[in-house]
């Protein structure tokens, strides 16, 4: 190979490393544009693995409200249900009462009524002795009037 071959050779070897060292420049530069990208990614990632694990927290929260809101379900219409019974053994004791009240008022008005009766009968007896006693003596005043006259 002559030497003019030879240079232009070189010549183009020169450029074309140049050329490669430029390329290699601008891949360096996209590599480390790359690794930006991955550092970025790399905190998209961790920002996501947070909000996942505040969103699992979440959820377990969730389930024990619902829980809660189960077994307070469950309390509120075994109160209910408590109730119910209760409110029902109630009216029946209010029931025994007044029928109790009943009879004991019955009861109440007989016995008076027997007293009141009783009571009128010993005032009509008291009342039919005195007039009695005032017509006995007054018969026996009454000749004596007739004497005096």
Same mark, same amino acid.
């Given at each position: 190979?002559?030497?003019? +071959?030879?240079?232009? $050779? ?8 140049? %050329? &490669?060292?430029?390329?290699?420049? %601008?891949?360096?530069?996209?590599? *480390? ?7 970025? $990614? @790399?905190?998209?990632?961790? #920002? $996501? ?8 927290? &979440?959820?377990?929260? @969730?389930?024990?409200?619902?829980? =809660? ?5 469950? +309390? @509120? ?5 408590? $109730? ?6 109630? %009216? *029946?004791?209010?029931?025994? &009462? ?8 019955? %009861?109440?008005? +007989?016995?008076? #009524? ?7 009968? @010993?005032?009509? *007896?008291?009342?039919? &002795? ?6 006995? =003596?007054? +018969? ?5 009037? *007739?004497?005096?006259?």
């Amino acid at each position: 190979m002559d030497a003019q +071959t030879q240079a232009a $050779f070189d010549t183009l070897r020169q450029h074309v490393d140049r %050329r &490669l060292d430029r390329v290699d420049q %601008r891949f360096d530069q996209v590599d *480390g544009r790359f690794e930006q990208i991955d550092r970025r $990614f @790399a905190q998209v990632d961790r #920002r $996501f693995e947070q909000v996942e694990r505040r969103l699992d927290g &979440l959820d377990r929260h @969730a389930v024990v409200v619902d829980q =809660r809101l189960d077994r307070l379900d469950e +309390t @509120a219409v075994e109160t209910r249900r408590h $109730f119910h019974v209760v409110a029902e053994g109630l %009216r *029946g004791d209010i029931r025994l &009462l007044a029928e109790g009240f009943t009879l004991r008022i019955d %009861r109440l008005e +007989t016995i008076l #009524r027997d007293e009141i009766v009783r009571s009128h009968d @010993a005032l009509a *007896g008291l009342i039919r &002795l005195a007039y009695t006693d005032l017509d006995r =003596r007054v +018969t026996a005043l009454e000749p004596r009037r *007739g004497e005096s006259d």
